[in-house]
């Protein structure tokens, strides 16, 4: 019980504590809570200006601490900041018009305080366009227009900078964000844009400028198409706007294009291509700044090389350089050609024509050098078109020729020794590199060409081939590396005296008579061979003479004969030379040798095996067509073309051409007979001709050029023959032979056809202007006024006198003589045509009166000519050969009719002529 009422005694002094220390409490809290949170407004904007900044500054106070401070609006708190002594807190409001906003205030005693205000939000600014789209080249038609303004506004937009209600079109969106769809064409627009916001603020006016470009880039001038010529071409071309092209070898669109162009970017584009024989074909396209690409085209580029050449000059030996004279020339070209290719060689100012044959991509032609040309070096000139007409003159091989045709200078010093039974030969050589040099021998003396020995490379030669006792004349030539052969060099002379030769020695009598036996056989030999010389050259044939003395036949037996006599000489050394009989057999084996070899060219007869003789006829065809192949390359008027064309076909009336087509045959004793065909035309002139070219026209089906052996060198070939200046032929004959038999009748279609040279006439006809400007077409009539002076006077009864005298003289004694002499001529003239009736020479008519054009010799005065041909007929009439005479005569008279001789001489020619007729006729003239 106690324990317990201890207990409750304990917890009620506890109670009593706490109620005290409650009542202590309340009685200090009390007085504190009689004091709320003060808020008052400091500063704030109103009305605010939409979308700017609102700043409250508050002045909260309490007896207490304060805690804690809040600001609402839009429902939503945020916390006052205290900055000293403030409250303050900034934003945006986001709502015009009446913004509410309550403040929060509560202390340490946890007493809260509220405030509610309000202020006013207004917009006075107009929205501002802050981005627009699209902008610059678009390559869609699809497109969005776009307007982002700062506040909610709506937007329209127009072409013209008109009032916002006024714009035509119209943005979608109230908001910041406004649109419009479009479909759009190819062109450049620009549009005005104004937006307006809620409060009807109108903005400044912005624009949207773009392009609108679908199109890809047009590619045009393309180069180069088609075929082209060159394997390294550029090739290029041109787009309408800016672009980047590409290429490729196979069909596919731009992106997968394998290659891009060198040069693109821009609008021009170019890119290095190689090129392969045929067609190429190239897939190119391009893309603009825009992406547009055009489909990918297609270029084939066939390459087409233009044919070139490769020549070859057949030369026959080994030199280096060309020398005066006749060479096949072969072209051979890249493709076959069509029409036939045109070749020259170029020399100096100089070009020679090469006129070719042939086909496909073979031809061949002749390259005629001629002399005095000198050391230079020639270029040849090529121009073929391929059967697609490209044209090609480049010439991989044999461009260059080397020329020379002159000849090197003769050796001296010639130095002749006997040593060890030989002849030691040295010479001296000042000049040009040589390619050789010719050692020439005789035993007679007079050493020519005729007596080559052997050649040699050095300057000097030991000569073997001789015999002890036997004289031996030398003369050295040099030869250069075109083969030009430079004159003989002065004669040497060498007795052999051979080291072991044995004096007084008797030969064995078996050796001497086989010794014996073969000097007879050989001489023999010899004796005839001088028969046949005799024969040669004892011939009264003309025709014959013609081939004997242009093929050196007398000459050429001759030079046998010197050969085989050596050989006699040399057997005769034996005689007094110590020899076994083996040896002798040896010896006699070589020169039998020897003398088989001479014998191939020594001749039986010498015969004619058919002749044809004809007088050319006028063909206008050939002269037209020798004409254009003459004045093909040169530079005339039409008026000069057709003046050259009238005077060429006059000169050919003009002259008579007589053609001698011969057949001989040349039979040897030991080797096949040799065919030889001559080719003669004699131009018959009734004056000197002056600057005329001879064409000769030569069917190439006849005869071709390669066959034939000139006796003068042409001076060009061309197309349809040869052609020469006639002041280069001897005699005015045209003159060639060729190795072979020909059928006289085909070679009548042989033609000559005289023509002008260029330069001559081109001068005459300049002189002819001259000299018909210079005349003078009126009368001049001078009439003075004056009285005659003391000097007229005098004078004018002088002159009258004078004339009368001369005028008596010539009636009195000139007119006689004239009279005289013309009665002696026209007794000759009516001699001349009785002797031409009676022979019936063939004349050639020409304005009714009978003429008889014959050759005028620039070297001779007729008088000559005229003995000569008399002269001619009398050895024809000794020879019994009354057709030579015959023709001789003819000649004479048809020379005679038209030769300008004095009285003199036409008397004296009259009695020769006269009298040979009276021969003539005694020996009975054939019919």
């Known amino acids: 019980m106690n324990k ?132 610059g080249i678009l390559n869609y038609n699809l497109i969005e227009l776009k307007a982002i303004t700062n506040e909610n506004s709506t937007c329209k937009y127009d072409e013209a900078d008109v009032s916002h209600d006024s714009m035509k079109f119209i943005f979608t969106g109230k908001g910041t964000i406004h649109t419009a769809l479009r479909s ?42 088609g075929t082209v010529t060159q394997a390294q071409i550029t090739l290029r071309f041109n787009t309408n706007e800016i672009a980047i092209c590409k290429w490729g070898k196979t069909n596919e669109e731009y992106n997968y294009l394998d290659n891009q162009f ?9 890119q290095p291509l190689s090129l392969i024989e045929g067609i190429n074909a190239y897939y190119l396209s391009c893309k603009d700044q825009l ?122 010093y010639i130095r002749l020794l006997n040593e060890n039974n030989k002849i030691k030969i040295s010479w001296d050589y000042e000049g040009e590199e040589t390619d050789h040099f010719k050692i020439y021998r005789s035993v007679t003396g007079n050493t020519d060409k005729s007596d080559l020995k052997t050649t040699t490379q050095e300057t000097y030669y030991l000569d073997a081939d001789v015999t002890n006792k036997i004289g031996y004349f030398y003369r050295i030539s040099a030869v250069d590396q075109a083969g030009n052969q430079g004159p003989l060099s002065e004669e040497e002379f060498i007795m052999t005296e051979y080291q072991n030769a ?51 036949l007398v000459s050429k037996q001759k030079e046998i004969k010197n050969k085989i006599q050596t050989l006699v000489g040399e057997l005769k050394t034996y005689r007094e030379t110590k020899l076994t009989k083996d040896e002798l057999n040896t010896k006699i084996a070589v020169i039998s040798k020897k003398i088989a070899e001479y014998q191939k060219d020594v001749i039986k007869e010498v015969k004619i095996k058919s002749k044809v003789q004809t007088e050319q006829i006028v063909d206008e065809g050939l002269v037209q067509k020798a004409v254009e192949e003459y004045l093909k390359n040169k530079v005339l008027t039409q008026e000069q073309r057709g003046e050259y064309y009238t005077r060429t076909r006059n000169l050919q009336e003009q002259v008579r051409i007589l053609q001698d087509l011969i057949s001989y045959e040349i039979e040897y004793e030991y080797k096949e007979s040799e065919k030889i065909t001559l080719i003669k035309e004699i131009l018959l002139a009734p004056q000197e001709l002056r600057g005329i070219l001879i064409q000769e026209f030569i069917p190439k089906d006849v005869i071709k050029i390669s066959e034939i052996i000139f006796t003068t060198t042409p001076s060009e070939l061309n197309t349809i023959g040869v052609l020469w200046l006639l002041r280069e032929l001897e005699n005015s004959e045209v003159r060639y032979t060729t190795l072979s038999e020909k059928d006289l ?81 026209e007794n000759i003239d009516m001699q001349e045509q009785q002797s031409l009736r009676k022979l019936k020479v063939p004349v050639k008519r020409s304005d009714n009166v009978s003429e008889v054009r014959t050759i005028v010799s620039v070297s001779k005065s007729d008088l000559d000519i005229l003995l000569g041909f008399i002269q001619k007929a009398y050895e024809g009439l000794e020879h019994s050969d009354i057709d030579n005479a015959y023709k001789n005569y003819s000649q004479a008279l048809s020379h005679y009719s038209h030769a300008k001789l004095n009285l003199k001489h036409r008397l004296k020619v009259n009695f020769e002529m006269n009298t040979l007729y009276d021969k003539i006729v005694e020996t009975k003239k054939p019919s």
């Not at 060198?262 to 584009?269: D, N, P, R």
Request: glycine residues 4%.
């Open 745 to 825: 009748n085909q070679l009548q279609m042989i033609r000559t056809i005289l023509l002008y040279d260029i330069d001559e006439f081109l001068n005459v006809l300049s002189e002819e202007k001259l000299n018909a400007s210079s005349q003078i077409t009126g009368e001049a009539v001078a009439k003075q006024k004056q009285g005659f002076s003391l000097t007229k006077m005098v004078l004018v009864p002088i002159g009258i006198i004078i004339v009368i005298a001369l005028i008596i003289y010539y009636f009195v004694f000139l007119k006689t003589q004239s009279v005289y002499e013309r009665e002696i001529i």
């Open 502 to 552: 044995s004096p007084g020695f008797k030969q064995d009598p078996e050796l001497l008579a086989i010794i014996n036996t073969n000097i007879a056989h050989i001489e023999k030999m010899v004796q005839n061979l001088e028969v046949k010389i005799t024969e040669l050259e004892e011939t009264t044939d003309q025709d014959l003479l013609q081939i004997i003395n242009e093929q050196e």
């Open 291 to 412: 992406e547009n690409k055009n489909p990918t085209i297609t270029l084939n580029l066939e390459l087409n090389l233009p044919p070139t050449a490769s020549i070859s000059v057949h030369k026959n030996n080994s030199y280096k350089a060309l020398r005066k004279g006749t060479y096949e020339v072969s072209l051979t070209t890249s493709e076959p050609l069509s029409p036939t290719p045109d070749l020259k060689l170029k020399y100096r100012n100089k070009i020679i024509n090469v006129p070719l044959e042939g086909s496909s991509e073979n031809w061949e032609g002749y390259l005629i050098i001629p002399e005095n040309i000198g050391e230079e070096v020639g270029e040849f000139l090529y121009t073929g078109k391929d059967t697609k007409g490209t044209t090609g003159t480049e010439i991989t091989s044999g461009k260059l020729a080397l020329l020379d045709t002159t000849p090197p200078r003769a050796p001296k």
């Open 184 to 225: 759009f064409g190819d062109a450049e627009y620009f549009f005005y844009v104004k937006c307006k916001d809620p409060e009807n603020n109108v903005g400044q006016s912005q624009n949207i400028s773009f392009k609108v470009d679908t199109t890809p880039p047009k590619i045009s001038k393309v180069q180069p198409t």
């Open 262 to 270: 060198q040069t693109t970017g821009g609008t021009l584009h170019e």
């Open 4 to 135: 317990n009422t201890k207990t409750n005694k304990k917890e009620q002094k506890q109670a009593n504590l706490v109620l005290m220390l409650s009542f202590f409490i309340l009685i200090l809290v009390i007085p504190l809570t009689s004091s709320l949170p003060q808020i008052q407004l400091i500063s704030q904007t109103d009305p605010l200006e939409y979308s700017n900044i609102q700043t409250i500054i508050l002045s909260i106070t309490s007896s207490t601490t304060i805690t804690q401070t809040l600001i609402e609006f839009d429902e939503n708190n945020h916390t006052l900041e205290k900055e000293d002594l403030y409250y303050k807190y900034s934003w945006i409001p986001a709502h015009k018009g009446t913004n509410i906003y309550k403040i929060y205030a509560k202390d340490l005693l946890n007493e809260t305080k509220n405030y509610t205000n309000t202020f006013l939000v207004q917009d006075t600014i107009p929205p501002k366009i802050i981005e627009t789209r699209p902008q």
